[in-house]
């Protein structure tokens, strides 16, 4: 709770306590008078200001004006009829009432975002001569080494090039699993440094790195509405004018026939209370906002509430392979010799060996797998035949890796393999030794992920792969996938989606990694990025980013997309309907100004409370 909220709950209680005191002590006339008007100017001096502020700039029929006629009419009415000033105070102490809960309500979903926006560094840590130098985050040039102690934010996106340590990265995914990392390890800005030093040679600007794309994305949220919120602000132009108007005659033309003035006078000012559109105002956009700010709590960042609409009606989801459902990243599966000269692990050595100096990530599996590949082995020759594998000698043997092909232009019969994965084969002097078996592994939660997306009702799920159809088929069927598209080259993968998305009835959505799949997000009803720590890619292109790599997560924002419109629709009902009943009974004489107060405030009060449930993200 912050200083102006505080302050505003002294004066509700202030009020009320004043008021309840009045109504126990025996004053009459104008006195009476003049001490109910304590209370009422105590909580309600400041909307008595915004309505004066808005007759002034041209801006008159909003909620202040409203409140304002209505409790200086019902004052009026007091002085005129009965003296009893309890409902002028009464309508203006719950006015403010709802506006408090709207306030902290909004206040709870600002903390969950500015929680999130607190990954901006301060200063970047600069060596020079005389030691450390802190200087703006901004200033620092591409290239720069800078170093981050423990405790401290890591400013810039770059890499490490001395120092262990780890990193809390909980702002940026909502996961509190720590982050090994050492020399030669990528970091991204907004993750803490737990522990030990490290120097971090930067690699993007500032302004480019993944901090500031993130909170870019945050701040440009809220001037992407919903359908719903439109519909509410064009509503409200169009309902306030309509219902003064109304109020008006509802005064003076029964008046002008029956010649009852203060009757009339007192059902339209019960019309105007119960006719304020606080509930719709207030609370469709504040669903959203706090529905936003609850999912960037749990790292899922949605760009606008037109996206968390879209994402509510979701049928079809299509998801890339590599790096959504699986790793994305190459390990040895096995190793098989097929010839008595060499065992598993002297293949191992020679095929690490060849692949030394690739950049090819099935060089940087087999070279995880045989870590100590520079022993005094001596590599000469290293030649790379493109389409084909690499070719090195090694203690003046020659050994060839690479794919069936390659097996056949130098004269060795490559031998077939049972397992799924990527085969390299291992040639030495032209005689074939065996092949080692790299693969990708399927994600410990791609299952489960599946299978909630099938739970929470999207009717057809489809995988689309580069992969060959032998490894397609063998990953949909561990996930239960019946539908999937293999050997797809990335022109292809767009064609396909179109295909999918021309055929789709309902709104279709596209997990990807972000990077090389930006082309199908873009086109996709929306578009998820998955695993997008550090890729520029998936924040620009997608609608919505999850932060981490679980897949768990693509369900998990969906759930709190409907649940964010189902609570929409609940206020959206509810206040109208309850509106067009107390404006009926209000018009035909049944409804008192206490019934307004509750048709007004006390709905507001109900849809404020029930927005906030947004702020709780489900499990």
């Known amino acids: 709770m912050n200083a102006k909220q505080r302050r505003n709950l002294i004066r509700i209680v202030a009020a009320a306590i004043l008021l309840v005191a009045l109504n126990l002590v025996e004053v009459a006339g104008v006195a009476r008078f003049a001490l109910y008007l304590v209370p009422y100017l105590i909580v309600g001096y400041d909307i008595l200001l915004k309505a004066a502020h808005g007759l002034k700039n041209l801006r008159a029929l909003d909620e202040s004006l409203l409140m304002t006629i209505a409790t200086v009419g019902a004052f009026a009415l007091a002085i005129y009829d009965d003296g009893d000033c309890n409902e002028a105070v009464a309508v203006m102490l719950f006015y403010q009432i709802g506006e408090w809960f709207q306030s902290y309500a909004i206040g709870r979903s600002r903390k969950n975002i500015s929680e999130l926006m607190d990954i901006r560094p301060d200063f970047a840590n600069v060596e020079t001569a005389d030691g450390l130098e802190q200087v703006d985050p901004d200033e620092v040039e591409v290239g720069t080494v800078i170093v981050v102690q423990p405790g401290e934010k890591v400013p810039i996106d770059g890499v490490i090039v001395e120092g262990n340590s780890t990193l809390n990265t909980v702002a940026l995914t909502g996961e509190s699993l720590p982050r090994e990392v050492s020399a030669g390890d990528e970091v991204i800005s907004g993750c803490i440094n737990l522990n030990g030093v490290i120097k971090v040679r930067t690699t993007k600007e500032f302004g480019e790195s993944t901090a500031s794309k993130i909170l870019e994305l945050v701040e440009d949220a809220s001037s992407r509405k919903s359908k719903s919120e439109n519909f509410i602000t064009k509503f409200a132009r169009i309902y306030t004018p309509a219902v003064v108007i109304c109020a008006v005659a509802l005064a003076v033309i029964p008046s002008l026939i029956s010649g009852d003035w203060g009757t009339w006078i007192y059902r339209a000012l019960i019309f105007l209370v119960i006719s304020c559109p606080c509930a719709l105002v207030i609370s469709i956009p504040l669903s959203f906002f706090a529905g936003i700010g609850g999912a960037s709590r749990d790292g899922i960042l949605i760009k606008g509430s037109n996206f968390l609409e879209t994402l509510s009606k979701v049928t079809t989801v299509v998801m890339d392979k ?38 090819h990530p099935i060089a940087n599996s087999l070279r995880k797998a045989y870590p100590n ?25 020659v050994v060839c890796v690479g794919n069936e092909k390659f097996m056949s232009e130098v004269g060795a019969q490559a031998v077939h393999c049972h397992k799924v994965g990527t085969v390299i084969h291992v040639a030495v002097d032209g005689t074939y030794a065996g092949h080692v078996v790299i693969s990708d592994a399927i994600k410990p939660h791609a299952k489960q992920a599946v299978d909630e997306l099938k739970a929470s009702g999207v009717e057809k799920i489809f995988m ?140 507001m009060i109900l849809a404020v409370l029930n927005a906030m449930r947004t702020l709780i993200v489900p499990k």
């Open 322 to 359: 590599t790096g959504t459902l699986t790793r994305g990243s190459f390990d040895v599966d096995a190793v098989h010799s097929k010839n008595l000269q060499f065992d598993e692990k002297s293949l191992l050595h020679l095929a690490a060996h060849v692949e030394r100096y690739s950049t």
């Open 464 to 603: 689309l792969t580069g992969d060959s159809e032998k490894i397609a088929s063998k990953v949909a069927a561990e996930l239960n996938l019946q539908n999937y598209r293999s050997e797809l080259l990335p022109a292809d993968k767009v064609t396909e989606f179109e295909k999918i998305l021309s055929a789709s009835t309902g709104t279709v959505a596209f997990v990807g990694d972000g990077i090389n799949d930006a082309p199908v997000l873009s086109r996709a009803d929306v578009g998820i990025a998955m695993g997008a720590l550090g890729s520029d890619a998936a924040i620009e292109a997608a609608d919505v980013v999850l932060m981490d790599d679980d897949p768990l997560k693509i369900s998990r924002a969906i759930k709190i997309s409907r649940r964010c419109l189902s609570i929409v629709k609940q206020n959206i009902g509810f206040a109208i309907g309850v509106k067009v009943l107390c404006l009926i009974l209000g018009a035909v004489g049944v409804a008192n100004m206490w019934a307004a107060i509750f048709a007004d405030v006390g709905v």
């Open 373 to 397: 590949e520079r022993d005094d082995c001596t590599v000469e020759g290293v030649e790379e035949i493109a389409g084909r594998g690499i070719r090195a000698t090694i203690n003046g043997r």
